[in-house]
């Protein structure tokens, strides 16, 4: 999300920026100077500062690990991880897999616990992905989350990624193709998912 808010800041460039208009969340990221930083605030006292082209390798490490999963191209991935550097090096191993990344913020209440078990059951069985903490509570159902119907090959621990096997960027990637869904914080009633499309992304940016 940090790469699409500072485009959309910089919209008044985009038009002459690109010589081939972005197609999809690909064509955007390799249109981006590699050696511009993006800069993460972690807490009061400590900023992360990475590369796009620093972003890209730890993005291309997580997607590696999906793809030795097996996990088929299409099939959404729900990312709940805090730490904004870690959340978007795997939204963009996500984007880059031609996988469906669901970001979700989930509450440790019965609130929180509720809309996650509303959007596991709308798509049908997704994997989830979160920290060491709340993966323990999903898979051993404690607390909150007792209620939680998934199997446990498909809770994956955000602390397991530790591979350094580049994975492969998905090619065949067309402006149609969704690349992500956007959840309704579901305060009133249970969260509605919005599709956004490559092509919706890249008209949001360039309106």
Known sequence: MVLLN??????????????NKPQTLLDLYNAVDPKKSINFIKSQNEVVSLT????????L????????????????????LPD??????MFWASIFGSFIAVPLSITDNESGAKKLI????????????????LSNSFINKTGVFKSIELPEEKIISFEQFTSNFEGKIESKVSKDDIAYLQYSSGSTSNPKGIIMKHRNVIYNIDS
């Open 61 to 80: 490490k997580k997607l590696g690990f999906l793809q030795s999963k097996g996990i088929p191209t299409g099939n959404p991935i729900i990312i709940i």
């Open 118 to 133: 509303h959007i596991i059951k709308e798509l049908k069985d997704p994997f989830v992905i979160t920290d060491e903490n």
């Open 84 to 89: 904004p550097s870690d959340f978007i090096s």
């Open 6 to 19: 500072q485009q959309r800041s910089n919209k008044a460039k985009m038009n002459t920026f690109f010589t």
């Open 52 to 59: 796009y082209l620093q972003l890209k390798e730890e993005a």
